[in-house]
């Protein structure tokens, strides 16, 4: 049951006319949720994904493909992590500081692996928002009409075509 609600929201996500700035972000948040391992930080991540507006479908959506590849990634994101960790000496009076803050060592920042899926997580979070963005615009512009089961169907048409007339009816009152 779980599996077929992903479904049916991945599907309303490429039905419905979204942002594009919404989906990118919705990327974006699930590349840096699936490099991180689930601590308090992962939490926090969530959190503020859930808060801002983006679109939560295609941040599942991100989330579940992208952890596959951090899955395969791990030793690349330790090996990170352990770099800014231990290999920059200007760094390690700022952990040590962070360390013995109130509440801050709860998120385990001082472990390789959430450290490296920090780090990859910001590097890349950027580019996975402009691929996002892209990707969906692409979509939406070159794709959505081509595939038969995605096209609005004449009751979706006729909703649309009732609300552009109140619209306008609206916009005419008003004047």
């Known amino acids: ?14 039905k419905k ?5 919404q989906v990118g972000l919705g990327v974006a948040f699930g590349l840096v949720m699936a490099f991180q391992p689930m601590t308090l930080l992962w939490v926090i991540i969530f959190m503020i994904f859930f808060v801002i507006k983006v679109n939560k479908a295609s ?10 590849i951090a899955v395969c990634a791990e030793p690349l994101v330790v090996q990170a992590g352990a770099f800014v960790l231990e290999g920059i000496p200007a760094l390690r009076p700022l952990w040590a500081q962070l360390r013995s803050t109130p509440f801050i060592p709860l998120t385990k920042f001082y472990n390789t692996a959430v450290m490296g899926g920090l ?57």
């Open 119 to 175: 780090v990859v997580g910001i590097v890349l979070f950027f580019p996975s928002f402009l691929f996002g963005k892209w990707a969906y615009a692409f979509y939406k512009d070159n794709l959505k009409e081509k595939i038969p089961f995605l096209k609005k169907s004449k009751k979706d048409l006729e909703k649309e075509e009732k609300k552009k007339m109140k619209a306008q009816g609206a916009a005419g009152a008003i004047q």
């Open 59 to 68: 941040g599942f959506l991100s989330l579940f493909l992208f952890k596959i």
């Open 1 to 14: 049951m779980f599996f077929l609600k992903i479904f049916t929201t991945i599907l309303d996500l490429l």
């Open 17 to 21: 006319d979204q942002n594009p700035t």
